[in-house]
Structure formats: structure tokens, C-alpha cells
């Protein structure tokens, strides 16, 4: 492995890192988990787009503070 391949993984390996400490990553553990459940639960409850899946995050938010920063 080259330096530039090691720090290109080591940047990625971060990156990813940074992703799930900020939350960016919580629409795609969003798929991920309404992925997993049984057909019958897709009916009732419709995958949401990102855009969608970001106002209900916020809202949440909103309407139940906890301690965050900002």
C-alpha cells in the first residue's frame, strides 16, 4: 500500500466518522432499518423521501428539545 492509498484511507475512515457524529448519515440508517421490516408494515407506514425524512427529524426536534448544542 502507498502513502497516497494509506491517506486516502485514512481521509475516508475519518470522513465516515465525522458523518455519523454529526448525524449526516441518519437518513441512510433510515433505509437501512425500514429495509429490514415485514411487508405488511410498508403499508402503513411509506419509506419517506430524504426531504421528508429531514422535516420529520426537525420537527421532532422541535416539539421535544434535549440537550444539544446550538
Known amino acids: 500500500m502507498t502513502i497516497l ?3 486516502r484511507k485514512g ?6 466518522f465525522f458523518k ?3 448525524g449526516e448519515d441518519a437518513y441512510e440508517k433510515y433505509k437501512a432499518h425500514h429495509q429490514t421490516l415485514p411487508p405488511a ?4 407506514h411509506p419509506l419517506m423521501t430524504e426531504r421528508e425524512f429531514w422535516r420529520d ?7 421535544n428539545p434535549q440537550g444539544r448544542c446550538c
Open 5 to 7: 492509498e494509506s491517506a
Open 20 to 22: 455519523g457524529i454529526m
Open 11 to 16: 481521509l475516508a475512515g475519518f470522513n465516515w
Open 41 to 44: 408494515t410498508d403499508a402503513s
Open 57 to 63: 427529524k426537525t420537527d421532532r426536534q422541535e416539539n
